[in-house]
């Protein structure tokens, strides 16, 4: 099937034990980040590459890098960017900051996982980063969302917003239904050099 927008129902993605930004989620980020047709994105702790897939459906003539450092997940990436038929998908197995270098600069970059290295990760990425490209952080801890607000409240280069993101989703519990929460996330969403 054809996506034209963002939204891949979670289910219909090859999983495993893997985190995956669920499809709420992710269908948020990828509107924040604003991506064309011929854009570089970099999908850094990639997962499952749910959002890299996206990505790459999103940017047919650019090209997505999945920076990912678990064997299992870059199989899941593999797996699923072929399902999708994303070709314009190039893994990259490694553990940020250091797996970013060569690699080309860059319109969208995805912090999705840093290891605790945020700091480093962020430098890094701002490295790659295009003037007036957009930078989006998915955080599930406060301490992530601080971290990461400290961090572009810092760049004078950076204009920064956040919010908060809490999906419940519906499901049945004999005959009748229930509202079951997921964790909540927290989107920053930057755009170096100010608006765009």
């Known amino acids: 099937m054809k996506y034209a927008v963002p939204g891949i129902a979670d289910e219909e993605f090859i999983r495993g034990d ?3 930004t669920k499809q709420e989620v992710r269908i948020l980020a990828l509107v924040k980040a604003r991506i064309s047709a011929a854009s570089t994105v970099v999908d850094i702790g990639a997962g499952t590459g749910s959002l890299t897939v996206e990505a790459a459906l999103l940017a047919p003539q650019g090209r997505v890098y999945a920076i990912e450092q678990d064997a299992a997940a870059l ?18 197995a490694g ?15 995805f912090i999705g996982g840093s290891g ?9 990425a701002d490295r790659l980063l295009k ?17 990461a607000l400290a961090i572009f ?20 519990a004999g005959a009748k239904h229930l509202f079951q929460a997921n964790n909540p996330v927290y989107l920053i969403a930057c755009t170096k050099g100010g608006p765009q």
């Open 18 to 20: 893997t985190p995956m």
């Open 75 to 92: 199989d899941l990436i593999r797996a699923n960017a072929a399902k999708f038929g994303a070709a314009n998908v190039a893994i990259v």
């Open 95 to 109: 553990t940020a900051p250091a797996a970013l270098a060569g690699l080309p600069a860059a319109d969208t970059i």
């Open 116 to 124: 605790g290295r945020l700091a480093a990760v962020a430098d890094a």
């Open 131 to 147: 003037p007036g490209g957009r930078l989006i952080v998915t955080a599930v801890t406060v301490e992530t969302l601080q971290q």
């Open 153 to 172: 409240a810092a760049r004078p280069d950076y204009r920064a917003e956040a919010a908060g993101v809490q999906i419940t989703r519906l499901r049945r």
